[in-house]
């Protein structure tokens, strides 16, 4: 199964500052129709997740454009550019190039 | 807007079996890929399984904690996603979503095994 490793898994960040969340694959993900099917989820508490950014870079409808993706192969990064406090909750990056897809362990987003 | 509204969860013995549904609004549902996905109390989210669009042979593949016990199907007229659990385990219990390929997803449905 294709690992995703995601790091930090905790980040304590102070309004208006930005926050990366870095994530790393066990391998390539980038599919024989060349795409590479990397997303990006966030999960508020008691609330189902909510897709943020997909194959790597492509902003979600109605996603705010402080939050970007960025990466390639197996090494890829979600920043927001300045935090509010509506982005607190857990953040994953997930794989839907390889069966079965996976998910990062999820990284913790919290306000200072 | 799409709209993903599972049903189907509850309460059940080791060894048990549920079905879970999944009614899609708002988009082509004969179109679409659909997902499981499932979250245990207080972990991360775990990929169950997907089926392919009729149009790309409605294929299914789960992952290997639920082979040969889950099912997933769909029935395109009704725009409804499936779940067939069977010889459920204390394991199993979690909140399960659908959705399309991560693109949207449902409330979820908890589902709890146990004794």
């Known amino acids: 199964d294709t690992v995703l490793t995601q790091t930090p898994l905790s980040s304590p960040v102070t309004l208006g500052q930005p926050a990366s969340i870095s994530c790393r694959s066990s391998?390539?993900?980038?599919?024989?129709?060349?795409?590479?099917?990397l997303n990006w989820l966030h999960q508020r508490p008691g609330q189902p997740p909510r897709l943020l950014i997909y194959k790597i870079s492509n902003r979600f409808s109605g996603v705010p454009d402080r939050f970007s993706g960025s990466g390639a192969g197996t090494d890829f990064t979600l920043k927001i550019s300045r935090v509010e406090a509506e982005d607190v909750g857990v953040y994953y990056c997930m794989q839907a190039t390889h069966l079965p897809y996976t998910f990062g362990q999820g990284t913790k987003l919290e306000i200072k | 807007e799409v709209r993903l509204v599972e049903s189907g969860g509850g309460l059940v013995k080791p060894g048990g079996s549920l079905r879970l549904s999944c009614v899609a609004s708002?988009?082509?549902?004969?179109?679409?890929?659909m997902s499981w996905v499932r979250q245990a109390p207080g972990k991360g989210l775990e990929w169950v399984g997907r089926?392919?669009?009729?149009?790309?042979?409605?294929?299914?593949e789960s992952a290997a904690p639920v082979q040969g016990r889950f099912t997933i199907s769909r029935d395109d007229s009704k725009n409804t996603l499936f779940l067939d659990m069977n010889s459920l385990k204390a394991e199993d219990t979690a909140i399960y979503y659908c959705?399309?390929?991560?693109?949207?997803w449902g409330q979820g449905t908890p589902v709890t095994v146990s004794s």
């Open positions: 959705t399309t390929e991560s693109f949207s």
């Open positions: 708002g988009l082509t549902f004969t179109n679409a890929w």
């Open positions: 391998q390539s993900l980038i599919y024989s129709d060349g795409n590479t099917y």
């Open positions: 089926i392919k669009s009729k149009t790309d042979g409605e294929t299914a």
